[in-house]
């Protein structure tokens, strides 16, 4: 039973990176935009539900909300920063797998979610949808190999990315020392010490977001008319994690930008991109894990 739901929280898919499934979880992250001619702020609160349907199969469901503050620091003519600087967003994460031998475990996840400036009533076109569906060999606690490891590999589709269709996903997993472990994979991948039992470092990269919609739209440059607002990051960082329970974990993330999108767009087509130099991101939090 512990063995899928690990693999459950292993697939969890959020801002197109595999990360631990978190039964709740509270974050704040900033980039204060010394180069980046913008600043972002994020705050978050999130909880899942896990739920047993059979002897070999789970389910999980989950909300996820987020506040977010973007401040665009270029000066455009006819731009109202006013409406392009608050947004908000709700998501629905609904999660399933199922063992389908003693190798392999199949997972597959849903993510519709609301992200706007709430400026009137929902619409059609607040509404975005993420998911992934991926297949699990898992020989990470197993006494059969000498050394411990974990593949992942399958598709997964984000809306925050710039390309429209579905992406492949892998992620490997292999523990060299006892101490040392690390991952590689896209979009995730991490080198990990072991200090004490406790105290945990990584050096990591992986990728961060969001996607909403302008509701009434802003004016640039007198003409165009822009309806969403589109950011995503690729980080490469350190975090420190310290188990403050057995399923409860304190962390702080120091990043630094290597790739920077930010986009005011009109359907599909770009309106605005900022200029964007290297910045940094700075993460903390505390969460519930299985």
Same mark, same amino acid.
């Given at each position: ?14 801002? *197109?990176? &595999? ?5 709740? @979880? +509270? ?42 503050? /973007? ?62 569906? =991926?297949? =699990? ?23 925050? #990315?710039?390309?429209?269709? %579905? ?8 523990? /060299?020392? %006892?101490?040392?472990?690390? #991952? ?36 640039? $440059? ?9 950011? /995503?990051?690729?980080?490469? *960082? ?5 188990? +403050?329970? @057995? ?7 120091? #990043?630094? #930008? ?9 359907? @599909?087509? $770009? =309106? /605005?991109? %900022? ?9 903390? *939090?505390?969460? &519930? @894990?299985?």
């Amino acid at each position: 039973m512990r063995k899928l739901l690990v693999i459950l929280a292993l697939i969890t898919f959020h801002f *197109g990176q &595999c990360q631990y499934l978190d039964l709740a @979880k +509270i974050e704040y992250a900033y980039l204060p935009g010394d180069n980046a001619n913008f600043e972002y702020q994020r705050q978050r609160v999130l909880f899942n539900i896990p739920f047993k349907l059979k002897k070999n199969s789970y389910f999980f469901a989950g909300l996820d909300y987020s506040s977010i503050q /973007f401040k665009h620091r270029e000066e455009q003519d006819s731009y109202n920063k006013n409406n392009a600087e608050n947004f908000k967003s709700l998501g629905l994460n609904l999660s399933y797998t199922f063992q389908i031998n003693d190798d392999w475990i199949f997972g597959a996840q849903i993510s519709p979610s609301f992200n706007s400036n709430l400026e009137g009533s929902l619409k059609r076109e607040d509404l975005l949808v993420s998911g992934l569906i =991926v297949f =699990v060999k898992d020989k990470k606690d197993s006494a059969s190999v000498r050394k411990p490891f974990r593949i992942i590999t399958g598709v997964y589709y984000n809306t925050n #990315t710039r390309l429209p269709f %579905p992406l492949p996903f892998i992620s490997y997993y292999r523990k /060299f020392r %006892p101490k040392w472990s690390y #991952t590689i994979g896209a979009p995730y991948s991490n080198l990990q010490y072991h200090l004490t039992e406790k105290h945990r470092l990584k050096i990591y990269a992986e990728g961060d977001g969001f996607n909403t919609s302008l509701q009434n739209g802003v004016i640039i $440059n007198d003409n165009q008319l822009a309806n969403r607002l589109r950011m /995503f990051l690729i980080l490469t *960082g350190v975090r420190y994690e310290y188990n +403050i329970a @057995k399923h409860v974990e304190s962390y702080i993330n120091i #990043t630094r #930008t290597v790739f920077s999108d930010v986009q005011l767009r009109d359907g @599909k087509e $770009n =309106v /605005f991109i %900022p200029a964007i130099d290297d910045a940094m991101l700075y993460r903390i *939090g505390v969460r &519930c @894990k299985i």
